[in-house]
């Protein structure tokens, strides 16, 4: 089994122990790709790394929220995950703004100015280099250059007018590893754990992920702090993640795998329902 990692930091050490102390007042929330599903080339054939169910479904029983964050679609991620199968799991879908939980989906329309962006993007992409392509998340757009030849020239590239688009329209661009993402503003991983948090009341929040897009989430955690409550973040560091979670974060794990066996012991560390 194996073993509980310690914080690097003074207040991921409270939060742990706190979580550990009190796990009904807790809540858990991860990203999905790169976190709990390696990343891959094709969104489509994302799925979580092997044992990432049964972790997600050992602290659904333990603790009290478990979620899944993330800016993929709350159904596609539900379809991609198998994570249906988990009961009391919530996924929150673009950055909170749907919520999916034992079979219900909650969701708003997508606001106008996305659809404008979206025709605008593949006239933009129609000269862009072989492999950029984009990701229509219906209530925002990526433009992914990972398959690219060179992926970071491609981003290089295609960043600045990606922004022009998105300040035309009142809409705010988000960098990721090999993407940028165009969505309404103050939408954020940072507020979809804020209100976990405050729905439940919790003594205690981890929040883990892999890339630039989790930076909210960890500063609403350390802004959580501030209120009195605990926190603890956890990095998924894999060759490409950005330095920066990294740095910041209160225990670095290795991607995916290294995600699952913090999740796996931190269930067996809280013992039995």
Do not use: W
């Not at 960098?175 to 439940?200: C, F, S, W």
């Amino acid at each position: 089994m194996t073993r509980l990692p310690q914080a690097r930091t003074t207040d991921g050490a409270a939060a742990l122990a706190e979580l550990l102390a009190e796990p009904a007042r807790s809540v858990v929330a991860v990203d999905f790709d790169g976190t709990i599903a390696p990343i891959v080339e094709r969104p489509d054939d994302a799925r979580p790394a092997p044992g990432a169910i049964e972790a997600l479904a050992a602290l659904c029983d333990r603790v009290g929220a478990c979620a899944v964050v993330t800016g993929r679609a709350a159904a596609e991620a539900v379809r991609l995950g198998g994570l249906d199968r988990v009961r009391r799991l919530q996924v929150l879908g673009h950055y909170g703004l749907q919520r999916y939980l034992d079979g219900e989906l909650s969701s708003p329309d997508p606001v106008p100015e996305v659809d404008v962006a979206r025709q605008r993007l593949r006239q933009l992409l129609t000269g862009a280099a072989p492999g950029v392509h984009l990701e229509d998340k219906e209530h925002s757009l990526v433009v992914h250059t990972r398959p690219a030849a060179d992926p970071a020239a491609a981003l290089d590239e295609l960043t600045g007018p990606v922004r022009e688009i998105a300040d035309e329209l009142g809409l705010e661009t988000v960098p990721g590893r090999y993407v940028v993402e165009l969505r309404p503003p103050g939408i954020d991983k940072g507020l979809a754990v804020r209100t976990l948090v405050e729905e439940h009341d919790a003594h205690a929040v981890v929040y883990v992920g892999d890339d630039l897009g989790d930076l909210p989430a960890f500063a609403a955690v350390e802004q959580l702090r501030t209120e009195g409550r605990c926190g603890l973040t956890v990095a998924s560091v894999g060759d490409d993640a950005p330095a920066a979670l990294g740095e910041r974060a209160d225990v670095v794990v290795n991607g995916p795998e290294g995600v699952v066996a913090f999740l796996g012991a931190l269930a067996s560390a809280i013992g039995q329902p």
